[in-house]
């Protein structure tokens, strides 16, 4: 069974909410990166959300984009990244999704870019800029290789596009709590139910929050909401504050969140 599925299936029965977590890949280094998601994973996240350092990130606000280029100045590329994942399995069995924009993959290659994924240990694949309509071709490479593609869902996204979404998520259905780009600091707008029910009667698969949560108050009302929490920028930064004890900074700083998540 994917891993995703088995962790969202034990959640589930434990009635307990997922927490997410993103860094970038090689953020600052490769090194303190495998350590950075060695104590993600120890310190209790779910899933690790990777993001596959790229050189014009459209989605990406400001914390991200800096950390993708600490990234990529340390040396980091997509074989790079997947070595990280390589690594990381040889002790943890944490679901990594891998974030990245459709550039690097077909840079790569489509199809030995799903293949080598998959063997260096990731569960499932987020490309930003690949549209469901074009995604016929890359679906059929994604599931040939057991990786599941998670699909975002935004609050301009028309009720006919969540329901087709919907329809054929896999793994979860990634829902933004708003409009923009990550980081950012206004607060999740409080609709955040009332996006959920826009898509809980569409499907069975899990759907996690994403985007501008960075405190426990935060987490909680959106793992109120939905299946799952996932939390970027604040984390990342976190990394860029603290170069010295990125994993340390990055374990006291997610606890909490951890916490509020599960007992939501
Ligand atoms: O940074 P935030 O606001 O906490 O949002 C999550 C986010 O960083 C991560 O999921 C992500 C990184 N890059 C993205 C681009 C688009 C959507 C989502 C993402």
Redesign the pocket.
């Known amino acids: 069974m994917n891993r995703i599925d088995a962790v969202f299936q034990q959640l589930r029965s434990k009635q307990e909410k997922a927490f997410v977590a993103?860094v970038a890949a090689g953020d600052p280094s490769f090194d303190v990166s495998l350590e950075v998601i060695r104590t993600i994973a120890d310190a209790g996240a779910d899933v690790i959300?990777l993001?596959l350092p790229f050189s014009d990130p459209l989605?990406?606000g400001i914390v991200?984009q800096m950390a993708a280029d600490r990234a990529l100045k340390a040396g980091m590329n997509t074989a790079r990244s997947l070595d990280l994942i390589r690594e990381f399995r040889k002790t943890h069995e944490t679901p990594i999704v891998l974030?990245t924009y459709l550039n690097p993959v077909f840079t790569y290659g489509f199809e030995s870019f799903h293949k080598d994924a998959a063997a260096a240990g990731a569960d499932g694949i987020l490309l930003?800029d690949l549209p469901p309509e074009e995604a016929a071709a890359n679906k059929d490479l994604a599931k040939g290789e057991g990786l599941h593609h998670i699909r975002?869902i935004a609050p301009t996204t028309p009720q006919e596009r969540v329901e087709l979404l919907a329809k054929d998520a896999e793994g979860f259905i990634y829902a933004l709590s708003r409009t923009g780009v990550?980081?950012?600091h206004g607060a999740p707008s409080d609709d955040i139910a009332a996006q959920v029910a826009r898509i809980t009667p569409h499907t069975q698969t899990p759907i996690c929050v994403?985007?501008?949560?960075s405190n426990p108050e935060q987490a909680s009302m959106v793992a109120k909401a939905g299946d799952g929490v996932?939390?970027?920028?604040?984390i990342v930064k976190q990394i860029e504050l603290n170069p010295e004890r990125a994993a340390d900074a990055v374990r006291e700083f997610i606890t909490p969140l951890i916490e509020a998540t599960k007992s939501a």
């Open positions: 993103y959300e993001g989605a990406d991200n974030f930003l975002l990550t980081g950012g994403g985007f501008g949560i996932i939390v970027g920028s604040a």
